[in-house]
Structure formats: structure tokens, C-alpha cells
């Protein structure tokens, strides 16, 4: 790789979520001096760039849980190519019932979107609550919750596929096997097998 310039690296790099040593990290500035910010415990630091070290994501996005609500990203085309993900190459979307609480859900809605949060971290390393966990947080915020990169709940155990409502779950269900979903929409079971990931690759 041929040594790219301070202005490379910023055109790259900047505003970015990518991989540095094998780690999510938001690129805050780019440069020959890079400051990141891990997103697993949230601490800054500035290291040197190496185009080694510093790698695109290589799952696919999906649901992002923040405070009682949830948003499914999915990348898209973009003129500038990012070796990250960027607001400008990825689409957020809130999914799940309207709000109630509109400063809440503007507060998590920007977490999400500046990309700054664990809640980032979580996503890009496939980290959801089981959907017995996920059921009981939607309940007690009154929102919704993913359980997979693809679903989630609500309060009123509607299960959702990406921005779909494809489901439920019945009363005292606990297991992903249990869902009911609506005609038309069974096939989806398919992808909560916990091999899916491993056997199929697909990319949003």
C-alpha cells in the first residue's frame, strides 16, 4: 500500500465508525495523528495512523438499541468513498411505535446518529439481549427492543423485521421459536436460526 497523504487519510477516514486493532472506534480526527473514540467504554486517545491497523466493518449493520427505542442502519451508496461508516454512506431509521416522550426519543435518535454511542459497539459486534431480556426492557420502557440485528419487539409483543411488522408473540412465550409470524411472512424464522450469520452472508 502505497503511503497516502494527511489529506488521504482524512478523506478516508474522517467522521468514520471503522476497526482499529480489532476494535469499533469512531474516527473524531483524521490524520497522521488519528484521536478515536472506542466505542465499547467510550475513552479517547490519538495514535498514529497505520493503514494496517485500521480496517472497514466487515459484518453487516442492523438494529441499534438506544434508551427504550430502536433504529435500524443499512448502508448506502455514496458519492465519497468512507473506508468507515458514515452518516453519508449508512440510512437510519426509527422503527417501532410513535413516541410519546419527544425529547427522550430526539436525545437517543442523536446518539444514534452521531455514531458516538456503545450502543454502536453492541451492533457492530452483534451484542443483543436474548428475547426474553428484550420483551421485559420494551415493557418497562414503554418502547421497543431488538433481540437480533434483523428483529425486535415492542410493548405489545409486535415483532418486527427490519422497518416491518411481520409478528407477534404470544403471551408467555419466551423463545424465538414461539413467534407467530403473519401469513405470508413465515419464511423469516429461517434467519433466527443462530447459524444464519455463519451460513449466509448478506450485507445492509
Known amino acids: 500500500m502505497p503511503e497516502l497523504s494527511e489529506h488521504d487519510i482524512a478523506q478516508l477516514y474522517a467522521d468514520s465508525v471503522c476497526m482499529y486493532e ?4 469512531k474516527v473524531i480526527r483524521a490524520g497522521r495523528k488519528m484521536r478515536i ?6 475513552k479517547e486517545s490519538v495514535v498514529d495512523f497505520n493503514y494496517d491497523k485500521f480496517k472497514s466493518l466487515k459484518t453487516r ?12 442502519a443499512a448502508r448506502r451508496p455514496a458519492r465519497r468513498f468512507s473506508v468507515g461508516v458514515t452518516r453519508s454512506n449508512t440510512v437510519i431509521q426509527y422503527v417501532g411505535p410513535q ?4 425529547r427522550h426519543f430526539r436525545n437517543a435518535q442523536e446518539l444514534v446518529t452521531r455514531m458516538h454511542s456503545k450502543d454502536w459497539h453492541n451492533t457492530i459486534s452483534g451484542q443483543y439481549p436474548s428475547l426474553q431480556l428484550a420483551t421485559k426492557i420494551a415493557v418497562n420502557t414503554k418502547g421497543i427492543c431488538a433481540f437480533d440485528r434483523q428483529f425486535a419487539i415492542d410493548k405489545e409483543r409486535n415483532i418486527y423485521y427490519k422497518m416491518d411488522r411481520v409478528g ?5 412465550a419466551r423463545s424465538t421459536n414461539r413467534i407467530t409470524f403473519d ?14 450469520d455463519k451460513t449466509v452472508r448478506t450485507f445492509s
Not at 480489532?22 to 472506534?25: E, S
Not at 401469513?183 to 444464519?196: F, I, Q, T
Open 61 to 72: 449493520l442492523g438494529f441499534v438499541n438506544s434508551d427504550g427505542y430502536v433504529f435500524y
Open 22 to 25: 480489532g476494535h469499533p472506534v
Open 183 to 196: 401469513e405470508g411472512k413465515e419464511h423469516l424464522e429461517l434467519l433466527l436460526n443462530p447459524n444464519y
Open 99 to 102: 413516541p410519546k416522550d419527544y
Open 37 to 42: 473514540l472506542n466505542l465499547e467504554h467510550g
Open 168 to 172: 407477534t408473540l404470544p403471551k408467555l
